[in-house]
């Protein structure tokens, strides 16, 4: 009798254990539920916002070597190539990021260029950068969006000149 009663306890403890256990996870599911509720409803920047930022880089770019500024000039092929990597990551979404690696080339050449501090190589490779972002606008229907060297510098309350 007294062992019957044991095993009726034992059995009623397991299962509250249980029970208490199906509602935690329960309760977890439902945190993991409006958490990628959330998530899904998070703001990322889409892939023409990223292009706007990388233009303005592009831009500054070009009058940090003109003015042999190299600390800006690496400061700013650092941001193209980080809004790169950004466009990898954020942007799986978006058939066109399967082309960002052909921009791996030019952005070699100008980081050599730059720790080198040499005007030539910097330029070759301004001109191949540029002509491959219009390569993968022509790959990606978007050949409408032609991209140049600029000719003036895309702000005027920042001085390009190096100190
Ligand atoms: C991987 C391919 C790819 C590369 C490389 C690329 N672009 Fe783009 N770019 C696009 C696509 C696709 C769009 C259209 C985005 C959209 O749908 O909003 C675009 C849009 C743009 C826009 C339009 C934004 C606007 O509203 O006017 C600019 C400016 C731009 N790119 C600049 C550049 C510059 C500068 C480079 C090179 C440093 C570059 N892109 C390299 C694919 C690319």
Known sequence: MKYSLFILLFILMVSFSCQQGNSTSRSMQ????????????????????????????HAKLWFAGKNNNWSLADFEI????EAL????????????????????APIDTLTNAISHQNITQFNNGYTL???????????????????????????????????
Request: proline letters at 6%; a negative charge; hydrophobic letters at 30%.
């Open 129 to 163: 950068l540029t002509s491959s972002c219009n390569t993968c606008h022509k790959e990606t229907n978007h050949a409408f969006n032609v991209i140049t060297i600029p000719s003036t510098p895309p702000f005027d309350n920042q001085d390009f000149k190096a100190r």
């Open 30 to 57: 439902s945190k993991i539920d409006s958490l990628e509720g959330e998530l899904a409803h998070a703001y990322k920047p889409g892939l023409g916002e990223f292009m706007s930022g990388i233009q303005v880089h």
């Open 78 to 81: 650092k941001e193209i190539k």
């Open 85 to 104: 990597d950004d466009i990898h990551q954020y942007c799986t979404d978006r058939p066109e990021t399967k082309f960002i690696e052909m921009m791996d």
